[in-house]
Structure formats: structure tokens, C-alpha cells
């Protein structure tokens, strides 16, 4: 890893040497093989915490993306919270730290990756990643709204963790790279935080939350938002970074996920709460989008986060 001279900031000596290891509630994945990549990390609590303790790099750059329940997170001192659908970037040389006074139950998603004052020093990198690294660096300390394809793609990362094979690592750095590549095409283009989702879709995406367990069309989306049909696709392509029913197959499979990891329900049950036609259709949308069927999630994940 790679170590720099930089100031201590609130008392905290910084380090670029990545913490690995696994507890009952926390996985984290060593990418440093995979260059830029460090680590891919799922923090999951039942049960409010104490903060983590703070964080400081010189070289990495720490995306994190909620997957259930929000988040509170302290960088240099200022409190950013962060919800399912957002993510949180940290560049190099801010300290951070998740929790205020308690960290609440849920799940977090991360991703370590190095910057371009480390890669320099291990040998040169792919010209394009390493523009999306300094772009999405550039943007500072930031919350915004994230394509739902981000974390998608890094939960499929997680897939391959316990096949030690050159081809699944190969896989892993693919998804961690596409993920990259789509948030940074997507955060360029956004607007400031305080435009960045319309009322209208802000209050679709709350109604669609609350009847996640129903079947949902378009139509119905297209009406709570209370815009015409082709501003309501307009303003949600922008604000999502995909299409609406995209994004409604999306977290209802994220719903799924939840359902699979810790109920008891029947895989045909699940489909039904969820609105599906039949279990297979449920279950080709989930190989879909998570890349194993509904059983082979529910064996890997059944009352833990992803293991190694």
C-alpha cells in the first residue's frame, strides 16, 4: 500500500493500510491483487452499535452505499447522512467516521480504491479508471443520489468471494470497475444536491417503498409524481440513472434479498408478497439481477452477510 507524508487531522495519524479483517457482522473482501481496487466491505448490524472508529487515508478514495436503513457518517467533524439509493464519497485525507453517538441497525455497502498519488507508485493503470478515480475524487466530500446498477453490480462482486479462481477474480474486478465507471458517468452529470431529484419523482420513489409488497405498475408511478408521462421519464432516467420499471424490478429484488437472508418464507411465498406473476418469473428476475437463482442466494446468505 502505498504511504504518504500528510498532517494529522483531529488527532487522527493517517495510514493507507486497509483493516481486512472479518467479524460476525462485517466481511470485507482483499482486493489489493486487483489494482485500483483495496477492499470490497458489507457491514451488517441487527442491533444499534457503537461508531466505528475514525478513518483516516492519504490515498484512498471510500464509496459507501446503504443497502438497508440510513446511515449517519462524520467527515472533519461535519454529520452527512445517507439513505438506500445514495451514496457517500469520501476522497483521500478526510477523516470519517460511521456513527454519531450510535450506529443504528442496517446494512452498508463499501469500496476502497486507491488514487492515483498510490497507483503511481505500483505501476501504471488503465488511463480511463484512472480518470474516473480523480473525477469522482474531484467531487469532495458528497451525498447524492446513485444509479441503482452501482450496488448491484458490487453485491455481484460478493457472489465470487468464495471461488478462489483467477476467471472469479477477474469477474470481481469487472463488476468493481463497471461499478466505478457507472457512478462516475452518473454523478459528472448530476445536478446540485438540492436539484438533483424531482418532487415528483421524490414522491413516486416514497409511495413505491411503501407498496414494494404489491404489484406496481408505470402508470401508478407516473400519477403520484403528477407530471406528464414523458417528463415523469425524463426527470426519473436523470434522477435514477435508469428506467422506472428498471428501477422497480431492482428494489424489489433488493426487497427479496432481505426476505431470503432472514425469513422463513417459501421462495414461492416471497414471489407473491412481491407482486410476481409466479415463482419462475420471480426467479428469472432475480438470476437477472443478482446472478444466482433465489435457493443459491438463500444458501449462501441465510442470516449473515456474504462470507469469504
Known amino acids: 500500500m502505498c504511504s504518504t507524508l500528510a498532517p494529522v487531522v483531529g488527532g487522527i495519524p ?8 472479518d467479524t460476525d457482522e462485517r466481511t470485507i473482501v482483499d482486493l489489493r491483487s486487483r489494482p485500483p481496487f483495496v477492499s470490497l466491505g458489507w457491514l451488517r448490524h441487527l ?4 461508531p466505528i472508529p475514525e478513518q483516516h487515508h492519504t490515498g484512498f478514495l471510500w464509496l459507501a452505499f446503504p ?3 440510513s446511515f449517519e457518517v462524520v467527515v472533519d467533524g461535519a454529520d452527512y447522512e445517507v439513505q438506500t439509493k445514495q451514496v457517500l464519497v469520501v476522497p483521500p485525507r478526510h477523516v470519517y467516521r460511521i456513527g454519531v453517538e450510535s450506529m443504528p441497525r442496517g446494512e452498508l455497502l463499501w469500496l476502497l480504491i486507491e488514487t492515483s498519488a498510490c497507483l503511481d507508485r505500483r505501476g501504471p493503470l488503465d488511463g480511463a479508471l484512472a480518470r474516473v478515480i480523480g473525477e469522482l475524487a474531484d467531487l469532495g466530500v458528497s451525498v447524492w443520489q446513485a444509479p441503482v446498477a452501482s450496488a448491484d453490480l458490487l453485491r455481484r462482486a460478493f457472489m465470487d468471494v468464495p471461488v478462489n479462481t483467477e476467471f472469479a477474480r477477474l469477474r470481481q474486478h469487472f463488476f468493481c470497475a463497471t461499478a466505478l465507471i457507472e457512478l462516475a458517468t452518473f454523478g459528472l452529470r448530476r445536478k446540485p444536491e438540492n436539484e438533483s431529484v424531482h418532487p415528483g419523482i421524490r414522491r413516486s420513489l416514497r409511495w413505491l417503498d411503501d407498496h414494494l409488497e404489491e404489484t406496481v405498475t408505470v402508470t401508478q408511478l407516473v400519477e403520484i409524481s403528477d407530471l406528464s408521462t414523458t417528463h415523469f421519464y425524463q426527470e426519473f432516467k436523470r434522477s435514477c440513472g435508469t428506467s422506472p420499471k428498471d428501477h422497480i424490478l431492482r ?11 432472514e425469513g422463513e418464507a417459501t421462495i414461492t411465498d416471497i414471489a407473491h408478497r412481491l407482486g410476481f406473476s409466479s415463482s419462475q418469473h420471480f426467479g428469472t428476475a432475480f438470476r437477472r439481477y443478482v446472478g444466482i437463482s433465489p435457493s443459491e442466494y438463500r444458501r449462501a446468505h441465510r442470516g449473515q452477510s456474504p462470507q469469504v
Open 14 to 21: 493517517p495510514t493507507d493500510t486497509p483493516e481486512l479483517g
Open 47 to 50: 442491533t444499534a452499535r457503537d
Open 67 to 69: 443497502q438497508r436503513g
Open 251 to 261: 428494489v424489489k429484488i433488493s426487497r427479496a434479498e432481505a426476505f431470503l437472508s
